[in-house]
């Protein structure tokens, strides 16, 4: 099962709908390189696909401690996950401990004003939207999730033919 697959199914009935492109965009940001997305040492090592630095005080599904940021980012561990699907439930359990307001967001271009706000990320505003609202691009999301609004059985349909043309 593809990254995007994994991320969207652990996703669905947890955040809106809507929110699940800018969140797969997310982790394909956090985690890409020159050879694409989920190619990081940080998701390689430790399965963290969100970048996320081990909680101290909020519920985590984190194992603990993993690799340890570069300099430049700070000198926090990374978490480290048993799979993805735990590191996703972990950015939800982050976006619930910060008390996001899912009816005030209706973009990504404000998703990702708000965790900004919240101190996700370090990187400039408009950097980081960049970055993500070209993984959108690149990953074809938009194309792939309106199905979800439709169903399960529908977004299952889509993934099948998705797979079948690589």
């Known amino acids: 099962m593809s990254e995007i697959t994994r991320i969207a199914t652990t996703l669905?009935?947890?955040?809106?709908d809507k929110a699940i492109p800018w969140i797969v965009a997310q982790s394909a940001h956090e985690t890409g390189t020159s050879?694409?997305?989920?190619t990081s040492n940080v998701y390689k090592k430790n399965n963290n696909g969100f970048g996320?630095?081990?909680?101290?005080v909020r519920k985590?599904?984190?194992?603990?401690?993993?690799?340890?940021?570069?300099?430049?980012?700070?000198?926090?561990?990374?978490?480290?996950?048993?799979?993805?699907?735990?590191?996703?439930?972990?950015?939800?359990?982050?976006?619930?401990?910060n008390k996001i307001a899912w009816?005030?967001?209706?973009?990504?271009?404000?998703?990702?004003?708000?965790?900004?706000?919240k101190g996700y990320f370090g990187a400039t505003y408009e950097n980081?939207?960049?970055?993500?609202?070209?993984?959108?691009?690149k990953l074809k999301l938009p194309s792939i999730f309106p199905a979800f609004a439709g169903g399960t059985i529908l977004l299952i349909?889509?993934?099948?033919?998705?797979?079948?043309?690589k």
Not at 52 to 56: E, H, L, V
């Open 12 to 16: 669905k009935g947890k955040v809106p």
């Open 35 to 38: 050879l694409g997305p989920w």
């Open 52 to 56: 996320m630095i081990q909680p101290r």
């Open 60 to 97: 985590t599904t984190s194992l603990g401690p993993g690799t340890t940021q570069p300099g430049s980012e700070g000198s926090n561990p990374y978490a480290r996950y048993t799979n993805l699907e735990d590191s996703t439930k972990d950015l939800v359990l982050w976006l619930k401990y």
């Open 103 to 117: 009816l005030n967001i209706n973009s990504a271009d404000q998703y990702i004003a708000w965790i900004k706000k």
């Open 128 to 137: 980081y939207l960049k970055g993500v609202l070209s993984w959108i691009k």
């Open 157 to 165: 349909g889509i993934i099948a033919l998705v797979l079948l043309k």
